[in-house]
Structure formats: C-alpha cells, structure tokens
C-alpha cells in the first residue's frame, strides 16, 4: 500500500484480555519497528524487525508483550493479560534497510493503535 | 544512536523563518542527523536527514556545522500546520530511532 497501515484504530480492553495490535508496513520495506506512546510522553521503543527476524527486543516492557513479522510483511504486536499501564497509542513504522553509509529515506510511521485498557 | 540536546519549546510567527537548534557534540563521523516531527495525535513524520553537507528539499532546510556538532532545522515560511514537536535524532540509519523529548514549536498567528 501508500503508507503503513495499522488497525485497528482503537481498541477498548478489559483489564486481563489479550489484544492483537496488526502493523502493515509499506510493500518492499524490510525493516519494521514498534514504538508507544504514552498521553504526554515520548516515544518508547520497543522492538524492531529485520525481515522476519527481530535483531533488538530491547524495548518490550515485560514477557507479556510478544511481537511476531510473517513473510516479511505484517506484523503483529500482542500484549497478554492487559494492564492499565499499557494504555498507550502503539505506532508502527517500516522503512528500506540501507547498507551502511548509504542514503534512506528514513522511516513512515502508521497513525497508531490507541489502547485503552479499562 | 549520538545524544542529541534541543530546546524544549520554541515559538515563531506564522510566515517567518522556523529555525531550529540541535546540539550533537557526540556524533560519530557516520552518523547521520535525522529530523522528525510529530502533529498532535498523528505518528511521526519524516522530514529531513543529512551526514556532512546542508541539505534541503520540499520540507525544509538541514544546515549542519562543519565541526558535526550542532545543525539547524529551517522552516523557510512556517505556517500554523508546522505546529509540532521535532526530533533530532543522530544514527547510524540501520538501527532503531532514539526518539528524545524535542522541541514543541508553536507558530503564532
């Protein structure tokens, strides 16, 4: 597509639920990241794909968040027995993976998921 | 990913040159400058990105310091949709993006 879609837009959870968060990033990026914000807050990294594979997991908070990218493409994003504190836009963004030193266009994020978790 | 030090809030008059600081004493020689911003409510927008040389395309204006320590981001004629917190990043350009606090610009009527 144009741009990276994510879905859905928003998403209302009850503390405990699990919640799919689905990032579709732009055709022929293969690099994806995953990032959230929180209401006032900065950007939290939280992982990052290379092809299928997820070189740096660093930023996932804790062992209920879980992240899988299928055929270098989609992407989802779960988070299991949901918090308040994961109440947070999650924004997904895709870019081309240029060698080092090389030129890139830099990364294009989706409009988010914003998670409420009641 | 190089530190990068910016003001947290600037204010400019709308049709006026936008001129944004950052500071990246740390930057390594192949790290780039990456500038971003972010519109209330919508997710990051690429804008500009540059290594050595001043860059400029239909955005905006990247003038970095020969010494790589500092650039500035210019806005040639801000208009009230320019609103917007930006980030200067330094990277390497493969990794992930180290988002800091930026710098909330308000164009003024």
């Known amino acids: 597509g144009a741009g990276v879609s994510q879905s859905p837009s928003n998403k209302v959870t009850e503390k405990g639920k699990d919640v799919e968060l689905r990032c579709d990033p732009i055709?022929?990026?293969?690099?994806l990241y995953w990032y959230r914000q929180s209401l006032g807050q900065g950007l939290e990294f939280l992982i990052y794909?290379?092809?299928?594979?997820?070189?740096?997991k660093s930023g996932l908070p804790s062992d209920r968040f879980s992240a899988e990218r299928t055929g270098g493409s989609v992407s989802t994003l779960t988070i299991q027995r949901t918090q308040q504190e994961d109440s947070a836009v999650y924004l997904c963004a895709s870019s081309k993976l240029a060698p080092w030193g090389a030129r890139d266009y830099g990364y294009t994020f989706g409009s988010g998921t914003r998670l409420t978790v009641v | 990913d190089a530190k990068t030090t910016q003001p947290p809030s600037m204010d400019c008059a709308e049709g006026r040159a936008a001129n944004l600081p950052c500071n990246h004493s740390?930057?390594?020689?192949?790290?780039?400058v990456y500038w971003y911003r972010q519109i209330h409510s919508q997710g990051p927008q690429y804008i500009i990105h540059g290594l050595k040389n001043n860059e400029t395309n239909e955005m905006a204006s990247l003038i970095i310091t020969e010494d790589r320590k500092s650039s500035t981001l210019i806005l040639p004629h801000a208009t009230l949709r320019d609103t917007a917190v930006y980030y200067c990043i330094g990277t390497f350009g493969n990794e992930k993006l180290t988002f800091g606090t930026g710098t909330r610009l308000t164009i003024i009527p």
């Open positions: 740390t930057i390594s020689g192949n790290e780039y």
């Open positions: 055709s022929g990026h293969t690099a």
């Open positions: 794909f290379q092809g299928n594979s997820a070189p740096d």
